[in-house]
């Protein structure tokens, strides 16, 4: 059996600032050791958007951003392209049928598919996959 996981950005991005550490963001960080994340396809800009805001609020600057997106090139975190067709008519019910983002739902419609737990933060997230009978990633 598989150990791999879609992880979420909201477990992504604690990586990245000092003020939001987690020790479950820690453990799926050490996870990916042994392990590969996948993520949809909107994950690439909801990094670049998350990093533009903190630089935007001075709350990094633009080397820490670089470094920390190098960093991420590192990791095993696999993106899962979606035709838009897809993205618009099935991630949008689930959306729609679970109150999420479409950004969220695109998460939770890519561990659903490839029939794998999920890595998140996001008490929505947590609360749709739970409802979507779907296993959250816990500590190993």
């Known amino acids: 059996m598989s150990d791999d996981f879609v992880i979420d950005n ?9 003020d939001e ?3 479950y963001a820690d453990l799926v960080l050490d996870r990916l050791e042994v392990s590969d994340g996948f993520v949809p396809s909107i994950w690439p800009l909801e990094v670049c958007n998350v990093l533009l805001v903190a630089e935007r609020k001075n709350r990094i600057g633009e080397a820490d951003s670089a470094r920390f997106i190098a960093l991420l090139s590192e990791l095993p975190i696999i993106v899962e392209q979606e035709p838009p067709e897809r993205m618009i008519m099935e991630i ?5 049928k679970h109150k999420l983002s479409s950004y969220d739902a695109s998460y ?3 561990a659903m598919r ?4 999920i890595a998140t933060l996001d008490k929505n997230l947590i609360a749709a ?3 979507s009978k779907l ?3 816990k500590n190993k």
């Not at 490839?114 to 737990?117: D, E, M, S, T």
């Open 92 to 96: 949008f019910a689930l959306a729609r």
């Open 135 to 137: 296993p959250i990633l």
């Open 129 to 131: 996959a739970k409802r």
């Open 108 to 110: 939770l419609d890519l």
């Open 21 to 23: 550490t987690s020790q």
């Open 10 to 18: 909201s477990v992504v991005m604690t990586w990245c600032f000092k």
């Open 114 to 117: 490839k029939g794998l737990p």
